[in-house]
């Protein structure tokens, strides 16, 4: 059951806002792109369609994950110098949101953190160093600037469309982090990698019209 029902700013159409966390929707109509606000939906211009491939996931599927059920609420395509990658929008039955990272066939599990402590700037950070966020100390392995390249149903980023941002990799006590620059913040993240086995889909169920 979704959260809020708003109308897309180009076309009218409806659009369904099913998790709180969402902070930018994709008309499926027009593909009109709009940042998600309290008072409603600020238009800010059109992604790219994004191309297919070989996927095991759809918006609007669901299944599970350890067992978890979750929804599958929206698909952002990232792009970088080297290559692209996409990130699943998924929301658990219990209402938690999360990323699913998925790149050549390797899959990682990402919750957002909260920052207890200030990081340094992007351009300080440097890839084989240690990054201190406390309680981790956080072995960097990537960095990189960073498009959306497209997208689809709803999405959590504090980037937008045509904007640059950079990303920073790393791991940690055997986990997946991530820190995430943007014009309105940073976004720190946790996650673990799955296997194959791990995630299980199912499409959703048919309506009879």
């Known amino acids: ?3 809020r029902v708003l109308n897309c700013p180009a076309c009218g159409a409806p659009l369904n806002i099913e998790s709180r966390f969402t902070t930018i929707v994709v008309c499926e109509y027009c593909g009109q792109t709009s940042f998600v606000h309290d008072e409603g939906l600020d238009p ?4 790219a369609k994004i191309t297919d491939y070989h996927s095991r996931l759809r918006v609007g599927d669901g299944g599970t994950v350890w067992g978890r059920r979750y929804e599958v609420l929206g698909r952002v395509r990232f792009s970088y110098e080297e290559g692209q990658w996409d990130e699943w929008f998924l929301r658990f039955d219990d209402g ?11 899959y990682v599990l990402y919750s957002k953190r909260r920052l207890t402590q200030p990081v340094p700037p992007w351009e ?4 084989g160093s240690f990054l201190p966020i406390p309680p981790l100390n956080v072995f960097i392995t990537d960095k990189r600037a960073t498009e959306i390249a497209g997208a689809e149903g709803e999405i959590s980023s504090s980037a937008g469309p045509g904007e640059t941002f950079h990303h920073v990799h790393g791991n940690a006590a055997g986990r997946a982090v991530g820190v995430i620059f943007t014009r309105r913040g940073i976004e720190f993240t946790q996650g673990d990698p799955l296997e194959f086995h791990d995630i299980r889909v199912s499409p959703p169920p048919q309506t009879n019209a």
Do not use: F, H, Q, Y
Not at 44 to 47: I, N, Q
């Open 1 to 3: 059951m979704s959260d």
């Open 44 to 47: 800010t211009g059109k992604v």
């Open 96 to 106: 938690e949101p999360v990323c699913l990272s998925e790149d050549e066939g390797e």
């Open 124 to 127: 300080e950070i440097r890839v």
